[in-house]
C-alpha cells in the first residue's frame, strides 16, 4: 500500500493539473468572447471527439451527427456571452447537442438499423452460426432502436461508451436514480427480446 504521503501528493498533482486546464480553457473561452477565430477552432478541436461520438449515439448516422454537432458548436458560439466562463464548457455543449438531437429524431424519421459490424463475425463460421448471428443482431439492433431516444442513448453511453452513472445524469441533466431506472427498464425490454428469440430458435 502506497504511503499516505505519496496518495496525497499524487492527489495533489491530479487536482493542480484540474485547475491548470480550467484556467486554460477560461482563458480560451474569454477570447473566443473577444471574437478570437483561431481561440474558437482550438475550442472545437478539444471537444470534438466527444462531441461527435455523443451525436452518433443519438442520431446512428455520420452524416446527420456531423450536422447535429456543427449546429451545436454555432449555438454555443452565438450564445457565448450568456455563458459563465467559470464553468466546464463540456456540460453547456453536451447538453445542446442532447436537447437538439432529441429534437431531430422526434421531428423526423432517422436513419435506424446498423450493418452488422465483420468485427462481429468470427472466423469462417458455418452458413447456419452466420445466419442465427445476424438474425440475433438485427433483433438487437432493432429492440435497441424501438427504446424511446432518451432512454437509448443512456444504454448506448453506459453499455457501449463505457460511461459511468454519475456522468450519464449529468450529460442528460437527471438524477442518478433515474438513469438507473432507465437502464434497468432497457435491459429488461432487451433480454425479453433476445430470450423469445432463443426461445424461438
Do not use: C
Amino acid at each position: 500500500m502506497a504511503p499516505a504521503s505519496v496518495v496525497h501528493s499524487e492527489r495533489a498533482l491530479v487536482l493542480l493539473r484540474d485547475d491548470t486546464e480550467r484556467d486554460d480553457e477560461r482563458a480560451l473561452l474569454e477570447r473566443v468572447r473577444a471574437g478570437d477565430r483561431d481561440a474558437f477552432g482550438q475550442l472545437v478541436d478539444r471537444h470534438l471527439p466527444r462531441a461527435l461520438a455523443v451525436a452518433m449515439r443519438l442520431l446512428r448516422h455520420r452524416q446527420d451527427a456531423e450536422d447535429l454537432v456543427q449546429d451545436a458548436f454555432l449555438a454555443a458560439l452565438q450564445h457565448i456571452d450568456r455563458f459563465d466562463t467559470s464553468r466546464p464548457f463540456w456540460p453547456w455543449l453536451s447538453r445542446i447537442i442532447v436537447n437538439r438531437g432529441f429534437d431531430l429524431t422526434a421531428a423526423r424519421s432517422v436513419r435506424s438499423s446498423a450493418p452488422l459490424s465483420d468485427a462481429l463475425i468470427d472466423s469462417r463460421p458455418s452458413p447456419a452460426e452466420l445466419a442465427e448471428r445476424r438474425e440475433l443482431d438485427e433483433r438487437f439492433q432493432n429492440t435497441l432502436a424501438s427504446l424511446p431516444p432518451r432512454r437509448r442513448l443512456v444504454v448506448q453511453l453506459y453499455e457501449v461508451d463505457g460511461f459511468s452513472v454519475a456522468v450519464i445524469a449529468r450529460l442528460l441533466d437527471s438524477a442518478p436514480a433515474t438513469i438507473r431506472w432507465h437502464l434497468h427498464v432497457s435491459r429488461r425490454q432487451l433480454r425479453k427480446a433476445l430470450a423469445l428469440f432463443r426461445v424461438g430458435g
